[in-house]
């Protein structure tokens, strides 16, 4: 290769053809649009800063008996909702199952209603719309779904904020990872089988909670209860996750 000849580098060093200069106008332009927004942009930053320490200085701290109660009303409705779903599965197979999902969870997820805290799933599929997540449960759904496919999924998270009230509130989520036998009426649609498959046209016509693979997020189990207590200054992200 003939290296006088060279378009980029003669010798280790740029030639007359890679050393072309910038106009000088456009980068002065640049510069002085630069420091005149400067302040501007230093100045908002600095107010939303100040806005999002006064918001969180207002909150109380999430206390471990509040914790406690969230966790164990998830816990236990996930726990008599899986024991419902798989023993009509073990009794009468995916069509009694996918029945039962229709007719009796919702109603059972009711009766976990109690002491002031509100339980229900939520699913980054919808097949009942009863159970489409929130703007933070969906957030939250996102950040799951992250963290599951770099295998840092979370067993829950906590975290406190004000409600539609202006009152704090503790929110707590369990994420739900889907298992293989779920996937007879969850998995890729034209498995499923062909009763099944009537009966969830029938019920949910807008459905889209199929195609999931086992290991897949779900969705979460979902909690929430009005907060009382001591306020804090303590400004730490309240987001907690414990693996």
Same mark, same amino acid.
């Given at each position: ?36 927004? %400067? !302040?501007?942009?230093? &100045? *908002?930053?600095?107010?939303? @800063? ?5 918001? #969180?200085?207002?909150? +109380? ?91 840092? %999924? !979370?067993?829950?998270? &906590? *975290?406190?904020?004000?409600? @539609? ?5 503790? #929110?707590?989520?369990? +994420? ?68």
């Amino acid at each position: 290769m003939d290296l006088e000849r060279a378009p980029g580098y003669l010798e280790g060093q740029p030639t007359r053809q890679a050393m072309k200069p910038y106009p000088a106008v456009p980068l002065l332009a640049a510069a002085f649009a630069l420091a005149a927004w %400067l !302040p501007i942009v230093l &100045v *908002l930053g600095m107010g939303c @800063a100040r806005e999002a320490r006064q918001e #969180r200085a207002s909150l +109380p701290e999430p206390d471990s008996a509040s914790v406690a109660r969230a966790r164990a009303a998830a816990g236990t409705l996930a726990g008599d909702l899986q024991a419902q779903l798989l023993g009509a599965l073990d009794r009468g197979g995916p069509l009694a199952a996918a029945a039962y999902c229709a007719d009796s969870a919702q109603a059972l997820t009711a009766r976990h209603q109690a002491d002031g805290i509100a339980v229900r799933r939520v699913g980054t599929r919808l097949r009942n719309p009863a159970n489409a997540p929130d703007s933070l449960e969906r957030a939250l759904l996102a950040a799951f779904k992250i963290a599951r496919a770099i295998g840092t %999924l !979370p067993a829950e998270t &906590v *975290l406190v904020v004000l409600g @539609a009230d202006g009152t704090p509130e503790l #929110r707590y989520l369990k +994420p739900i990872v889907i298992q293989e036998r779920c996937l007879t009426c969850h998995g890729a649609r034209a498995a499923i089988p062909e009763p099944v498959r009537r009966l969830i046209a029938e019920r949910y016509p807008a459905d889209s909670a199929t195609g999931y693979r086992a290991g897949d997020l779900r969705g979460a189990v979902t909690a929430r209860l009005p907060l009382e207590g001591r306020l804090t200054d303590d400004i730490a992200p309240i987001p907690r996750h414990e693996p």
